[in-house]
C-alpha cells in the first residue's frame, strides 16, 4: 500500500472486492497526503493501525463488507476535515466504534462530523 499511498496527488481510493490483501494495516508519514475519499467495501482487514496525520484532507470514510474489523483507529476522528464515516450494516462493533468517535469528537466542539449507516 506504500506505492499507492505515496501517489502524490490521489484524491480517491476505492478498495473493493478484496483489492487490500492482508488482515493488518498500518500506514506511514508522508502517505495519503492528498486523499479525500477512503473507501473499503469487501476486506478481510481485522488491524488497522493509523493516525490522523496520515490522512490530513481526509473528508469521507466508507467502510463496506469489513466483516473482521472491529474499530476504526481513534486518531482518524482527530482529522480535521473529516466530514462523514459511512458504516454498512452488517458489522455492530465497527459501527459502535465510528459512534464512539462521532460523541467524542461531539463533546469536543466538533458538530461537523456525521456518521451514517448504510442498509442494505
Aim: with cysteine.
Amino acid at each position: 500500500m506504500t506505492i499507492v499511498g505515496s501517489l502524490p496527488n490521489l484524491q480517491v481510493l476505492k478498495l473493493k472486492n478484496y483489492a487490500c490483501h492482508g488482515e493488518h494495516w498500518e500506514t506511514i508519514d508522508r502517505e495519503f497526503r492528498k486523499l479525500i475519499l477512503l473507501h473499503i467495501d469487501e476486506s478481510n482487514l481485522k488491524h488497522w493501525k493509523t493516525r490522523s496525520s496520515h490522512f490530513p484532507m481526509l473528508k469521507c470514510l466508507m467502510l463496506h463488507r469489513c466483516p473482521y474489523l472491529d474499530e476504526i483507529p481513534n486518531d482518524i476522528g482527530n482529522i480535521p476535515t473529516l466530514e462523514l464515516i459511512e458504516i454498512d450494516d452488517h458489522n455492530q462493533s465497527l459501527l459502535n466504534s465510528a459512534e464512539f468517535i462521532q460523541v467524542e469528537q461531539w463533546d469536543l466542539g466538533h458538530d461537523d462530523l456525521a456518521v451514517v449507516v448504510k442498509h442494505s
